[in-house]
């Protein structure tokens, strides 16, 4: 029977910049290890990671003042934008290619007076975080690094990994056959949205529980040189809803109309030429 | 220390029309217990169903000539449509608030010759998987039921929940507060969706494993009268992506067209009425 289990590693401390994250996540798993020998490290276990500690020990705080300023700096374009009540909601992408609200800079768990913008390179914070604790601890495993995303067409937000090391991000079952040898419809399970979200059960967004473990999935560890999250991001070309409903008919809108200026212009030189 | 086990429950057989499913999912249970004893259910336990047994339990099989058909029957409106060398994408509504692509009508995994529509109402199966499974082992459960569906911008699929029962779908954190007692950013974790993906990390496509045993998040049980997965469609008036991006813009387009030649019959009209 297929079986694995996720639990919460408990103890790591408040993270700040520069801080040596392998060293602090491992002595939080060293210090429960009284209590609970199974967690020690196995080989095939993988680690799950909230993108907030990683920021915070990559020193990516920003005065809360300078929030809208970071937002731009991490704003590629904007998707889609809508103003209510509360204020405006800004869908963007990002310098890292997720489409989330606010660039996902965010001040919930980020101490008084600062906000925080999400990892530099999140693959690459995973792959540091990755060959750290195969090093300090000799097994292999693998690393995600999750952020919360919304989701267009469904309520509320679900952990997806931003950063992956180590691990098999996708099972492409392109060309491949369902259990009774017939051709599959579904072509890609995103294996490392689900590790993501999994984690997110015991890590929770109250909980200051900022790292996962997950044993029982060991065929999904790999080496270090595997794709990161970044291949998770769909292409432009493949990308049907490139802009929010309301940008885009406006576009479409101005279009029509520029066409018609050109038209009118056409006529009136044609006019101004007969006369 | 948060923890939580997932597994697969193998030895559900093909499922048919009329079956009893109920009666079906726990024989296979049943018949577990003798190698791991563990595998009874308990209080707190979340069985985690992929929709294809359920619709095939419900008769939802189509000739696959009427595959075409039965799309249309399903789907509420198109959001977006793409031509492409391998044929068309076309991303509908489905009746059931779900955006997705051929309105959820897939032919892997079901017999030669049929197509398999969703359940008629993926809620009210749960309810009654729910109830029966609680009446026939005697404990308190909840049940999800999923299905595969694309996103917008990451490539791929991930399992989400499109029925459940006897759960709370989601961690409504509006309001809340963070370890150390700041604002929360995130406003509704969907506990519902984080669990179907976790459970097809078990079930995945190609295995042939139908149902998974959540356990561990017992404080997610709940009344029969909860609200089910309904709950998680997002509302027109906050969906910011109602149409693919060409489908708005070509909206748009048509809309200024459309006023320019309001606006040019009644010019000529006036020009009549002067004449």
């Known amino acids: 029977m297929p079986r694995y289990t996720v639990w919460g590693v408990t103890g790591v401390p408040e993270i700040g910049p520069g801080d040596d994250l392998v060293a602090l996540i491992a002595a939080a798993i060293e210090a429960s290890l009284a209590e609970d020998p199974e967690a020690a490290l196995q080989h095939g276990d993988i680690l799950v990671v909230t993108s907030k500690i990683v920021s915070k020990a990559e020193g990516m705080q920003v005065p809360v003042s300078e929030r809208e300023k970071a937002i731009s700096q991490d704003t590629v374009r904007v998707v889609a934008e809508r103003v ?67 989701r267009p067409w469904r309520v509320g937000q679900t952990d997806v990994a931003i950063g992956a090391a180590g691990i098999v991000v996708t099972d492409d079952l392109r060309g491949g056959v369902d259990a009774n040898g017939r051709p599959l419809n579904v072509t890609i399970t995103v294996l490392a949205d689900e590790l993501a979200g999994a984690a997110d059960l015991v890590k929770g967004k109250a909980s200051g529980i900022p790292v996962a473990v997950v044993r029982g999935l060991g065929r999904l560890v790999t080496g270090l040189d595997a794709p990161g999250a970044r291949s998770l991001v769909r292409g432009v070309d493949d990308d049907m809803f490139r802009f929010g409903s309301a940008e885009a008919y406006r576009l479409g809108y101005e279009a029509a109309q520029a066409e018609l200026r050109d038209r009118t212009d056409d006529q009136t030189s044609e006019r101004v030429k007969q006369d």
């Open 84 to 150: 209510h009540p509360g204020g405006v909601t800004r869908i963007v992408e990002t310098r890292h290619g997720l489409i989330m609200a606010a660039a996902g800079i965010d001040t919930s768990n980020v101490p008084d007076g600062l906000a925080l913008r999400l990892p530099e390179d999140p693959d690459r914070s995973a792959l540091a975080l990755c060959s750290g604790l195969r090093e300090r601890f000799g097994v292999s495993l693998g690393v995600i690094i999750t952020d919360t995303l919304g």
